[in-house]
Every structure is written in C-alpha cells, then in structure tokens.
C-alpha cells in the first residue's frame, strides 16, 4: 500500500502572474535578438504544456539551449530576485559539470553578452 502524498499546488497570486509576464517578455526580447542574428536555439520553457514539460528535456533544464558552429550554451532567465528551483539547480549543476557554459540571468542585456563572449562576437 502505498503512502506517498498527493502533490499539492499552490493557487496563483497576483505577484506570481505579474512575474511570469516580466519573465514571458524577457524570453520575447532574447527570442528576438537570436532569430535576428539567425541563431539555432531550443526553448524550453517550464510552463505548463511547455517543451519541457512534454519530455525529452529534463526537469529543471534552462529556458534557451543555443547552439552556433558545434558549440552549445544554455540560458536560464530569471526576473531579478528570483530563486532556482532544485531541479533546476541540479540540472545546471549537471551541465556546468559537462563543460557546458550556463548562465543564469536576470536580464536581457546579461544574456546577450554571455552570448557574445561565448561564441566569440564581441
């Protein structure tokens, strides 16, 4: 017989859905920035019915996997103050441990410099 607990959510606030916003349009600002540059990105967003969320990707893998002449990244985007999940920290912890660059960042801006560093453009 088994023992294990349901899995409970907690109902959404009005704080949790003004951060998914800020961070929806944080995704939107970079998905524009590597489409115009015309580079090949993954996004993998948690959401529900996201990509990770449909298999394939683990639990807790970053939003944007980026992949330019062999090389590949991975970008977590986070509104400013905002924690990881342990899933996430695990994941991270497993591609940072793979010689896989990551960054986790709470802006735009930073994203797009690791970027730029990473694959060389500046």
Request: proline fraction near 7%; aromatic fraction near 6%; hydrophobic fraction near 35%.
């Amino acid at each position: 017989m088994s023992t294990t607990k349901p899995k409970t959510t907690s109902k959404p606030t009005a704080e949790m859905h003004r951060r998914q916003r800020e961070e929806g349009g944080m995704h939107m600002e970079l998905i524009h920035d590597l489409e115009r540059r015309g580079l090949y990105y993954i996004y993998a967003p948690a959401h529900p019915g996201g990509v990770a969320e449909l298999g394939g990707i683990g639990e807790g893998a970053p939003d944007f996997h980026i992949i330019h002449q062999g090389r590949a990244i991975a970008v977590e985007m986070r509104p400013p103050g905002e924690t990881l999940s342990s899933e996430q920290k695990e994941c991270i912890g497993h591609l940072l441990r793979t010689e896989t660059p990551v960054l986790v960042a709470d802006s735009v801006r930073d994203a797009i410099a690791f970027i730029n560093r990473q694959f060389g453009f500046e």
